[in-house]
């Protein structure tokens, strides 16, 4: 018998030798206190975790596993006043034999102006009807973002990142996923290193990166503010309001450069690079492109 095979004998007999508590549900229930305007802050080392805000008094936190034994795995703490509450999951040091979170997942319902800092090891975030702040971060899963009044920051190093009706602005980082983007009235700077980017109805600056996929802006009705966007591995697509004012630099290696409103050209016409302003010049717009072709259209 081969190592190899001699140790996928072996895994296999620990996971038999213990089927109920693989199959087994945990249920655990917490309510804290925390006023309107509060922070609740959720710092876990493993599991999902899903942020609802509502009229509610309170923060009701649900914690759920398809382990019975998720306390052996985990240690949890509850602590909270007025204007604060937080809520920890360590794991605890089984080493080796930690495998996984046990399908660890964290319901929360809190008031809706509840600012948030949310942290998570490994499982995917989702927040949606806050007003205030918003701060998450995980490793390894995808980002939602519905419905928010206050600034949000987003990191995950891997899976997609989703935002809709923010009014405030916009960071969004991942490391392994697109990034798509609807409704929001402030800045965005959104930065992906494996997959598009998708903005749509922006009402601020807007910075938008990928190493590798396109780029598709769509800035709202009036909206002259510029950015910048760049990609290394597809194409890059402008939306502008006509009436706007702005300076244009397009430039790119891997294609050419479309113009479909009526950009005033500084200096020699090229199909891979172009200066202009659009009404009298403004703010700058600059789109950059080494993989694929660039393109300035209406909305």
């Known amino acids: 018998m081969t190592r190899s095979t001699a140790l996928k004998v072996l895994v296999l007999g620990l996971l038999m030798a213990c089927p109920a508590t693989a199959g087994a549900d945990f249920r655990l229930e917490k309510e804290l206190e925390l006023a309107p305007g509060g922070l609740l802050i959720v710092d876990a080392e493993g599991g999902r975790i899903s942020v609802e805000g509502g009229a509610t008094d309170g923060v009701h936190v649900l914690v759920t596993s398809t382990r019975s034994d998720i306390e052996e795995r985990y240690r949890f703490s509850f602590e909270s006043s007025g204007e604060r509450a937080k809520i920890e999951a360590d794991r605890r040091g089984l080493g080796w034999f930690n495998w996984g979170d046990g399908g660890l997942r964290f319901e929360i319902r809190v008031p809706t102006e509840t600012s948030v800092d949310l942290e998570t090891s490994g499982g995917r975030i989702e927040v949606e009807g806050l007003e205030g702040e918003v701060l998450l ?163």
């Not at 916009?170 to 290193?193: C, K, P, Q, Y």
């Not at 591995?233 to 790119?252: K, M, P, Q, R, W």
């Open 137 to 299: 971060d995980t490793s390894g899963g995808r980002i939602e973002i519905y419905d928010v009044r206050g600034d949000v920051d987003a990191h995950t190093s891997g899976g997609p990142i989703t935002a809709e009706e923010i009014v405030g602005s916009l960071r969004a980082h991942t490391s392994g996923g697109s990034i798509s983007v609807e409704r929001v009235t402030g800045d965005v700077f959104a930065n992906t290193s494996g997959g598009s980017v998708v903005l749509e109805e922006i009402g601020g600056h807007a910075e938008a990166k990928s190493s590798g996929g396109s780029i598709s802006v769509r800035f709202s009705a009036g909206n002259g503010e510029g950015g910048t966007l760049s990609t290394s591995g597809g194409t890059v697509t402008a939306y502008v309001d006509e009436t706007v004012s702005l300076d244009i630099d397009a430039s790119t290696t891997g294609g050419r450069v479309t113009l479909d409103v009526p950009v005033a050209v500084r200096g020699a016409v090229s199909k891979r690079s172009v200066q202009g302003e659009l009404n009298g010049g403004g703010p700058t717009l600059r789109m950059r492109s080494s993989g694929g072709s660039i393109r300035l259209r209406g909305i």
